[in-house]
């Protein structure tokens, strides 16, 4: 009996140990999947079943069920060791890019992790889902429209009811709605500001917890906050009346105001026009103020207590409110505009008040003044530079006694010109615009011309841009031939708008018309070889009426073919075509010019080859030349040392022979 009991405490021993090892080797991953513990089922089964196995060698009996447990996990190791290789077999190129592998084991997810990252997720799918807006969209303009009505509110109705109590009392339900429905829009306009976004390198910023914090931190977030606090609560201690002077702090709000206006400057299509409206705006709202402070400034001295105030409003007519309001008005207006005619000061406080007011008016004049002149000059900027070219083109024409025919026919072009809105130069205009959306509105004004064009037709969209960009917009008055039969053409012409016709030698036969969309001449600038024209015109073309014409040049057209090799062979190719078609195209030997022209490059390269021996040569010819040059005068430098030292200049013929008559010998280095 003692024996099972040792063995089953030792199994239960053993048991212990075995799963404190293996949760300590789990640790690393617990996160595992279901095959785990349905392994370790199978295992337990295995075991279980394992303890009487009949037949080793047969599916059947009870050890059956243990062979083919071990037969799964032999698969499900198989299986592991399969996977584990292909995942961590390692990527060459993301390797660059990695840095240091990290060795310390990851904890698996706790149940509190996994819930905590099914919040985390949910929270920003929510922020996904708010809406930011950008500064450039209608949205954002329409706003700044809605709080800009509430800012104009506040800054001419407030001074008005805190300066004419009558207008404050009569109506205080509808003020204090008023004021409460502003209120409200105050508050909107922060939560919009929470939600603006912003460009950051060239990238909207749509993090609402970074536009938070990058609202909170400037001055505007302060000014808006004490733009909103509830100062007018204090009417409940000081009264009713006060409501309007307690609630002057809205008038911080005044920069969307201006917000509005730059925005809707940039907008409209009448920005001169919007100008002048702003400052009358401008200059009304002041005469608006400088009114009411008269008015309250005269109650604080005495209504009627001299001839300078306002009268008494015992007086029947000047007792009512609209009268007040428009005499104040009236006198500020006065006052402002410096016209003067206005009842002299009698006190010193009278004098020092007339004196800020004329002030204030010399600085509203000069401004008038100033922003009308220019508003005024850059309305007509465009007649006066225009004007002055008729005028410099009428100087020239008298000075070179230029015919009045052909003088009236140069001002009724310029007539045309400026009838018909066509004096803007389109390159001036677009040379400030980068050349993507220069290029973007060349496609919008000249594509679909381009593309009626026959030889143009099915071309690269990218050969298509580049001849966009050089056409060249030319107008031709009645009458004026646009090409002569043997001219050489190095333009190519397509109508916009107008009649051309194509005439005789005599000028009045007419054989076609083209109207808009044709064009001529796109065959003669190709010079495609074997063609019976040329680059030579074969007709006369003159214009019915005034048109207007894009212009392309030879070169133009060259220039944008040589970045497109392939759109050129096509379009050599088409003209061929067409030529062909008409019969205007000789077949010419292809391939006698082919074996030419490659005699031609063998021609070359042999010439190439010849030049670089030659050089080669020459360098060789100077190098030996140099040094035979250094090898001569180390030899004579070395002659002549040995020659003085034995006397031979002083010896005579002794010095080469010794005392017994042998000739001294002399070792010449070389």
Not at 532 to 546: C, D, E, Q, V
Not at 608 to 629: G, M, V
Request: hydrophobic fraction near 40%.
């Amino acid at each position: 009996m003692a024996g099972p009991v040792q063995n089953s405490h030792r199994l239960s021993v053993k048991t212990w140990t075995e799963e404190e090892s293996d949760r300590a080797e789990s640790t690393p991953s617990r996160a595992q999947s279901m095959c785990d513990d349905t392994s370790s089922e199978l295992q337990r089964m295995a075991a279980i079943d394992g303890r009487d196995i009949n037949s080793q060698n047969s599916l059947y009996g009870r050890g059956a069920l243990s062979r083919l447990v071990s037969m799964v996990m032999t698969l499900r190791e198989w299986a592991q060791k399969s996977l584990g290789e292909e995942t961590e077999r390692p990527d060459s190129f993301l390797e660059r890019f990695k840095g240091p592998a990290n060795t310390d084991v990851q904890a698996p997810p706790s149940r509190f992790d996994i819930e905590h990252e099914i919040r985390r997720s949910r929270h920003t799918k929510r922020k996904c889902n708010v809406k930011v807006l950008s500064p450039s969209d209608d949205a954002y303009y329409y706003w700044l429209l809605v709080i800009g009505a509430a800012v104009f509110y506040n800054w001419t109705l407030l001074v008005v009811r805190a300066c004419f109590d009558e207008l404050q009392m009569k109506n205080v339900l509808v003020w204090l709605v008023l004021d409460y429905i502003c209120d409200g829009i105050y508050i909107l306009d922060i939560a919009v500001r929470l939600h603006t976004g912003f460009l950051d390198q060239g990238l909207m910023v749509k993090d609402t917890q970074r536009l938070r914090e990058t609202y909170v931190r400037t001055f505007q977030c302060k000014s808006d906050i004490c733009s909103i606090l509830p100062t007018d609560l204090l009417y409940l201690t000081v009264g009713i009346s006060y409501t309007p002077l307690l609630r002057f702090n809205r008038l911080l709000r005044l920069p969307r105001l201006f917000e509005w206006f730059e925005r809707t400057e940039t907008r409209t299509g009448y920005p001169n026009a919007f100008r002048i409206c702003k400052l009358v705006l401008y200059i009304l709202v002041i005469i608006h103020w400088n009114a009411c402070v008269y008015y309250s400034f005269s109650k604080v001295l005495g209504l009627g207590s001299d001839s300078w105030v306002y009268p008494n409003a015992s007086d029947p007519e000047f007792g009512s409110l609209t009268r007040s309001y428009i005499y104040c008005l009236y006198w500020s207006t006065l006052t402002l505009t410096t016209i003067g005619e206005t009842p002299p000061p009698v006190r010193d406080e009278e004098y020092l008040f007339l004196i800020f007011d004329f002030l204030v008016g010399v600085l509203i004049f000069a401004s008038i003044v100033g922003n009308v002149g220019s508003m005024i000059s850059n309305m007509n900027a465009t007649r006066a530079g225009f004007q002055s070219r008729v005028d410099t083109l009428k100087h020239y024409m008298q000075f070179r006694h230029v015919s009045k025919i052909l003088e009236q026919r140069v001002i009724r072009w310029f007539d045309y010109l400026w009838t018909n809105q066509k004096t803007i130069d389109e390159q001036e205009v677009l040379r400030s615009l980068p050349n993507k959306l220069r290029a973007e509105i060349a496609i919008n004004v000249h594509l679909e011309t381009l593309k009626k064009v026959r030889i143009f037709q099915d071309c690269e969209a990218g050969l298509l841009v580049e001849l966009v960009l050089k056409l060249r917009p030319q107008v031709f008055s009645p009458g004026d031939y646009i090409c002569r039969k043997g001219d050489v053409g190095k333009e190519m012409y397509i109508i916009k708008d107008g009649q051309l016709a194509v005439v005789g030698e005599d000028g009045a036969t007419q054989f076609a018309v083209l109207t808009s969309g044709s064009c001529f001449g796109e065959i003669s600038i190709l010079n495609i070889s074997g063609s019976k024209m040329g680059n030579r015109r074969t007709a006369n073309i003159r214009s019915l009426g005034y048109s207007d014409l894009f212009c392309l040049s030879k070169q133009d057209l060259m220039d944008a073919l040589q970045e497109f090799p392939h759109a050129r062979a096509q379009l050599e190719q088409r003209g061929r075509d067409i030529l062909r078609k008409e019969g205007l195209l000789e077949e010419v030997n292809v391939s006698a010019g082919e074996e030419l022209e490659e005699k031609v490059e063998r021609l070359e390269t042999s010439l190439d080859r010849l030049q670089t021996s030659l050089a080669r040569l020459q360098s060789e010819f100077n190098s030996s030349q140099l040094r035979l040059k250094q090898r001569i005068t180390t030899l004579e430098h070395n002659v002549t040392t040995v020659a003085t030292g034995s006397g031979f200049l002083s010896d005579g013929v002794e010095s080469v022979f010794g005392g017994d008559g042998v000739c001294s010998e002399i070792n010449i280095r070389l």
